[in-house]
């Protein structure tokens, strides 16, 4: 390269580098990101935790500028300088994407009302975590709960790697659908697979299912293996809420037979008829007959497995054949994740079955959903309870919405920073 061409370079790249190197300081500014009133409506602790952590995100990159900055006027060739202006831009866009989720998700408090409610649900996501994992030992991570569109509940997990080893997410970032507003157990999944990725049940139960049901089939043990991350966060809301999780579920999964039947290659999530049969089966198991028994006949009305043929049907007929051991496996197993001991004996699901739920809500009395006290040492079961209002009477839908609305408000009105450590009966 001649001289010229060298020195054309050399300032092309330079203001390339100063574009980027703007761009990054645009970042810094993290009231852009969200609205000041968004940024307050989170717990001090989560606010500073998420902040924190994307300040030192943006740092980091500024870090980079400075580095590239100064070997560039230090005389590093241009071919290398301009391979670090690619690698920074490429961080840029990594780093934008992170910012915008967490503003995005922020800015949905933006109106008053949901700042209130997605508090609360801050709040009952950090006590769902709290209950599973402050017996084991282990600190719950701070929960952000946004609101979304779409069908299905989502995570992002507190810890996971956003950019590098330095930067992992700095909370787990809950989204809830505007559908689920106001029958939110879907929240309580999405806390299971926070919880089973903090104690290594994942895969743990992976593998307890492969060896419960390799002798039936192979085919069957291996399919149970693959949605044993979905599984074990089902069985978590069903340990926490009751059957109330299986209604939401049915809702949301629904569709022609051929789509409840369909096995998608890669999905971690069972064909969604053997997922509410499961989910039916863990009721069936722990609390007897039930409203959870219309469910499961409606859904063989709707979509008989008896006329799905091929592995598909195989599949079914032998996932329902097996659903003893599988609930076993799930719930009554124990396991290293749990120190020894089974899932049921961390979360009895005992709690949550409808006549100690009905015990509980009659000696509370008018109390359940005024008092302080029960709010923070059982908001779980009285989730259960509000929720199962809910599908037990839908006539009073519209009365039962505005109870559990104004109980979660409360809930986070009169929350601690510091979540509580469990959800214990009396």
Not at 247 to 267: E, H, P, W, Y
Request: net charge neutral; glycine share 8%.
């Amino acid at each position: 390269m001649s001289t010229v061409d060298e020195g054309a370079a050399r300032r092309h790249t330079s203001a390339e580098l100063t574009h980027w190197r703007l761009a990054v300081e645009s970042l810094a500014d993290l009231d852009v990101v969200a609205a000041p009133e968004a940024w307050e409506s989170l717990e001090r602790y989560l606010q500073h935790g998420i902040r924190d952590r994307l300040a030192g995100l943006v740092g980091s990159l500024l870090q980079e500028v400075r580095s590239l900055e100064v070997a560039a006027t230090g005389g590093q060739d241009v071919e290398t300088t301009r391979r670090g202006v690619l690698r920074l831009r490429r961080r840029y866009l990594q780093a934008e994407t992170i910012l915008d989720f967490y503003g995005d998700a922020i800015a949905t408090r933006t109106n008053p009302a949901t700042r209130e409610l997605l508090r609360g649900y801050d709040t009952l996501t950090s006590d769902s975590m709290a209950a599973t994992l402050t017996p084991l030992g282990i600190d719950p991570p701070p929960t952000l709960v946004y609101l979304d569109k779409g069908l299905g509940a989502s995570i992002l997990r507190a810890g996971i790697q956003l950019w590098d080893r330095a930067h992992p997410s700095p909370a787990a970032a809950i989204k809830l659908t505007r559908h689920n507003v106001s029958f939110p157990t879907a929240l309580l999944h999405e806390t299971g697979h926070q919880v089973a990725h903090l104690t290594g049940w994942n895969a743990e139960l992976a593998e307890a299912l492969r060896t419960t049901l390799a002798p039936r089939s192979t085919g069957l043990a291996d399919a149970w293996e693959s949605w044993s991350g979905e599984i074990a966060a089902d069985t978590h809301a069903f340990c926490q809420a009751g059957w109330a999780p299986v209604v939401a579920l049915a809702n949301v999964v629904d569709g022609s037979t051929a789509d409840v039947f369909r096995v998608r290659l890669g999905d971690p999530h069972p064909p969604p008829w053997i997922r509410v049969m499961f989910n039916v089966a863990l009721c069936r198991s722990w609390f007897g007959a039930g409203p959870w028994d219309d469910v499961a006949t409606v859904w063989s009305q709707r979509h008989p497995a008896a006329a799905i043929g091929g592995e598909v049907g195989q599949l079914a007929r032998l996932s329902v054949e097996a659903m003893t051991d599988i609930v076993d496996t799930c719930t009554r197993r124990p396991a290293r994740a749990f120190r020894g001991v089974s899932l049921s004996a961390v979360l009895d699901p005992k709690q949550v079955e409808p006549s100690r739920l009905r015990a509980f809500e009659s000696q509370a009395g008018g109390t359940l959903l005024t008092s302080s006290y029960l709010r923070r040492r059982h908001p779980l079961r009285i989730l259960a309870v509000l929720t199962s209002r809910v599908a037990l009477d839908p006539t009073a839908a519209d009365g039962h919405q505005r109870a559990l609305r104004t109980w979660v408000r409360d809930l986070g009105a009169e929350a601690a920073p510091r979540p509580c450590t469990a959800d214990r009966a009396a």
